[in-house]
């Protein structure tokens, strides 16, 4: 078998209404660029609606479009390492299903990638369609977390890139199950160089991650890729400690001077604070605890329900992947 030149991944979930003119735009982006070498895999991530019909009748219809069902919900980011794992192709482009980000970018970022490097990968200029609220946070969350993390992951990216084999190989060896990939990307290093865009507003439906899953998704990335906020414990001791000492002195003085003082008030706000300290920092340490016990446990990212694809009409292929070994 030829080697195919590109890949394309593109994690799906409740996304029935903009599938078909996904697969359209994608496939023609791809025939530009690497005219019949390519393939278009399609991974559904549990959806509830008719995603995965729509997706059996685009590989039914083009023998290069593959579909992998999920067996059910895992997220983003492990629905997108699946795809990872499966694909085979020399360059594998990642993009999201709403068609926020153009497909048609991929003709410059190839020829970026000729030039040398690992991973071309999409910086946005402008977000068009989204809440102040969602700008708001993204723009909050990239500075946090590189304000944490040691490794530089570049602002207003997601995961909207195109990756080389080899750096792809080195994600598929990465064996942790919270899975951050933009963040992984960067650890990895290499050659990495942005393409500026402009974020379009979803194609349909909406979007994937309310509140709570962005909550998620930040504390997955901060606590991948940083154990900074064990060292909190540390920091608030040595600061309450050093007020203790400055309220001690307070109150001797006080004493001295014959002051008596009324307490209840400077008490309760003692307790309290340091109570809740003491919680935050129990949560931090319960956060890192739980993923050691996750790890721990060695299960396999997810489990493949069924593969449709131009040699496998119609088998159910039940089977988990993990590490390397396909
Ligand atoms: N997605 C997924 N599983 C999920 C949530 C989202 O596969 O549990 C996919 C979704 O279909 C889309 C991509 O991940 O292709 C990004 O999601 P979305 O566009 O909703 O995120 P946003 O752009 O709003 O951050
Ligand atoms: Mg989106």
């Not at 496939?27 to 895999?41: F, G, M, Q, R």
């Not at 579909?67 to 990642?94: E, M, P, T, V």
């Not at 942790?176 to 960067?186: A, L, N, T």
């Not at 001797?252 to 014959?258: A, P, S």
Request: hydrophobic share 40%.
């Amino acid at each position: 078998m030829s080697k195919l030149k590109l890949s394309v991944v593109v994690p799906c979930f409740n996304e029935q209404d903009g599938i078909f003119e996904l697969s359209r735009r994608v496939t023609e982006a791809c025939k530009k660029a690497v005219d019949k070498s390519y393939e278009l895999i399609l991974v559904n991530d549990g959806s509830t609606d008719a995603t995965w019909e729509k997706m059996c009748e685009i590989s039914r219809s083009d023998r290069q479009v593959t579909s992998i069902n999920l067996s059910r919900n895992y997220g983003h980011q492990i629905a997108l390492s699946a795809g990872l794992r499966f694909c085979k192709g020399d360059r594998i482009f990642i993009i999201d299903a709403d068609l926020q980000d153009p497909p048609e970018l991929l003709s410059k970022m190839m020829l970026q990638m000729d030039e040398g490097c690992d991973v071309v990968y999409g910086q946005r200029n402008k977000r068009e369609g989204e809440t102040a609220f969602k700008k708001a946070s993204a723009f909050a969350f990239y500075r946090i977390l590189n304000w944490f993390v040691d490794i530089n992951i570049p602002k207003d990216t997601g995961d909207f890139r195109l990756i080389s084999r080899k750096a792809v190989e080195v994600l598929n060896n990465m064996p942790e199950q919270h899975r951050f990939i933009r963040g992984m990307v960067s650890w990895i290093g290499m050659r990495q160089e942005p393409i500026f865009y402009d974020r379009e507003p979803r194609f349909a439906g909406k979007t994937k991650y309310p509140l709570t899953k962005m909550i998620r998704f930040a504390i997955d990335a901060i606590t991948g890729f940083s154990i900074l906020p064990l060292r909190f414990a540390t920091w608030f001791g040595v600061f309450t400690g050093l007020l203790a000492v400055a309220l001690l002195l307070f109150v001797v003085i006080e004493n001295l001077l014959g002051n008596t003082i009324e307490g209840w008030t400077s008490l309760a706000l003692i307790i309290l604070s340091l109570g809740s300290i003491q919680l935050f920092v129990t949560g931090v340490l319960g956060e890192y605890l739980g993923r050691i016990y996750i790890e721990s446990k060695g299960r396999p990212l997810y489990v493949i329900q069924e593969i449709l694809n131009s040699d496998n009409f119609e088998t159910i292929k039940i089977g988990s992947y993990k590490k390397n070994e396909e």
